[in-house]
């Protein structure tokens, strides 16, 4: 006799695999959007820390001096500017490297404790982490360079157009070993620890987990437009590509420190050259960076498509799509309006530059 119930089981009931697929579909897009809402906070409270630090150097040199307290910023930056204090390449030097410095420390404080992100994770080094960054160093400033190439020709025709462009402008202005001095911790140093920290460590940390590649992608979107200006921003996302990738690569933001060093160093020649009075900095610079760019177009072609596959095979397993993933991070309010407020100075630079202003 069969004593099977009339179901065909014995009171098994097999799972809802639909149900089950749009739970975790939800629990990942719940996650990612938690990290996403993170990552714009943080972002946007670097960006409001990096505001109001400029108004705390300008009350601490104002009362470096002047040995007095004004509570006017209006005061403080009147008597910098009067003095010719504030537009000395020393003074604004200085200025970057207490604000940025201390932005970075603050957000750390924020992202570590009360977040639980721990980015020291990010700073490990490991053996051979030098020998990798200087090894992949020509590849980032051949993208850089080509990139930087395409912007410089855009900006051109914007130009021809009757249209002016914001550029960057790192000349040493008021020569004096303590300004080429900070100006080399700043550029060569300092900044690009930091820049690397927040950058690639605090975005990869965050955005990894849902993909090694958006990840990358993200972290040189957001590095190229946080430079202010689109020759630098193309040619930094360029760069800041390749420094992404090679940070999802190795889990570590210790080889993209050293590229972003070498990086800056190289590109600094020509301004300590001409601060010094030597003559022969942009042949050097120059000189270097064509040898670099023809050991980047072999890395080009031959190292970046075996770090590509290398990323891939080590891509995690996520439930959502990648165009499902992308649509969660471009319609995160917080992130939205970190963009919005970046984008906002881009506006104001072009409006400033082409009404005379």
């Given at each position: 006799?069969?004593?099977?119930?009339?179901?065909?089981?014995?009171?098994?009931?097999?799972?809802?695999?639909?149900?089950?697929?749009?739970?975790?579909?939800?629990?990942?897009?719940?996650?990612?959007?938690?990290?996403?809402?993170?990552?714009?906070?943080?972002?946007?409270?670097?960006?409001?820390?990096?505001?109001?630090?400029?108004?705390?150097?300008?009350?601490?040199?104002?009362?470096?001096?002047?040995?007095?307290?004004?509570?006017?910023?209006?005061?403080?930056?009147?008597?910098?500017?009067?003095?010719?204090?504030?537009?000395?390449?020393?003074?604004?030097?200085?200025?970057?490297?207490?604000?940025?410095?201390?932005?970075?420390?603050?957000?750390?404080?924020?992202a570590q404790p009360v977040m639980n992100i721990r980015l020291t994770d990010m700073l490990k080094p490991y053996k051979g982490f030098a020998k990798d960054g200087a090894m992949w160093?020509?590849?980032?400033?051949?993208?850089?360079?080509?990139?930087?190439?395409?912007?410089?020709?855009?900006?051109?025709?914007?130009?021809?157009?009757?249209?002016?462009?914001?550029?960057?402008?790192?000349?040493?202005?008021?020569?004096?070993?303590?300004?080429?001095?900070?100006?080399?911790?700043?550029?060569?140093?300092?900044?690009?620890?930091?820049?690397?920290?927040?950058?690639?460590?605090?975005?990869?940390?965050?955005?990894?987990?849902?993909?090694?590649?958006?990840?990358?992608?993200?972290?040189?979107?957001?590095?190229?437009?946080?430079?202010?200006?689109?020759?630098?921003?193309?040619?930094?996302?360029?760069?800041?590509?390749?420094?992404?990738?090679?940070?999802?690569?190795?889990?570590?933001?210790?080889?993209?420190?050293?590229?972003?060093?070498?990086?800056?160093?190289?590109?600094?020649?020509?301004?300590?050259?001409?601060?010094?009075?030597?003559?022969?900095?942009?042949?050097?610079?120059?000189?270097?960076?064509?040898?670099?760019?023809?050991?980047?177009?072999?890395?080009?072609?031959?190292?970046?498509?075996?770090?590509?596959?290398?990323?891939?095979?080590?891509?995690?397993?996520?439930?959502?799509?990648?165009?499902?993933?992308?649509?969660?991070?471009?319609?995160?309010?917080?992130?939205?309006?970190?963009?919005?407020?970046?984008?906002?100075?881009?506006?104001?630079?072009?409006?400033?530059?082409?009404?005379?202003?």
């Open positions: 006799m069969n004593n099977m119930p009339s179901n065909g089981s014995w009171g098994y009931s097999p799972p809802d695999y639909r149900s089950e697929l749009m739970k975790a579909r939800d629990a990942e897009k719940n996650t990612l959007n938690k990290n996403v809402a993170m990552l714009g906070g943080l972002l946007l409270l670097y960006n409001i820390f990096n505001r109001i630090l400029v108004y705390v150097y300008y009350y601490l040199a104002y009362f470096r001096y002047t040995g007095s307290f004004t509570p006017s910023i209006n005061t403080a930056i009147r008597y910098l500017q009067e003095n010719d204090i504030s537009k000395s390449t020393g003074f604004t030097m200085t200025a970057n490297l207490f604000i940025v410095a201390v932005s970075a420390i603050l957000i750390s404080l924020i160093t020509p590849l980032s400033i051949t993208f850089n360079i080509l990139i930087g190439i395409i912007a410089g020709m855009i900006t051109t025709m914007l130009n021809e157009g009757g249209i002016s462009v914001p550029t960057p402008d790192f000349t040493i202005k008021t020569p004096s070993k303590y300004a080429i001095v900070i100006q080399l911790v700043y550029v060569c140093l300092i900044g690009p620890f930091i820049e690397e920290l927040i950058y690639r460590g605090l975005i990869i940390k965050l955005l990894s987990p849902y993909g090694k590649l958006i990840s990358a992608f993200m972290s040189a979107l957001i590095f190229g437009l946080m430079h202010g200006n689109i020759s630098q921003a193309m040619s930094a996302f360029g760069g800041g590509l390749i420094y992404a990738l090679i940070t999802v690569r190795y889990n570590s933001i210790a080889p993209t420190i050293v590229m972003h060093i070498l990086n800056n160093s190289i590109a600094s020649i020509p301004d300590i050259a001409d601060a010094v009075g030597y003559k022969h900095g942009s042949s050097i610079s120059l000189t270097i960076e064509i040898v670099l760019l023809f050991v980047g177009f072999y890395a080009m072609f031959v190292m970046l498509i075996k770090l590509l596959r290398q990323i891939i095979a080590d891509e995690p397993n996520c439930v959502l799509h990648e165009g499902e993933r992308f649509k969660v991070i471009f319609t995160n309010i917080l992130l939205l309006l970190y963009f919005a407020v970046i984008i906002a100075g881009y506006v104001k630079s072009f409006v400033k530059l082409n009404s005379g202003g």
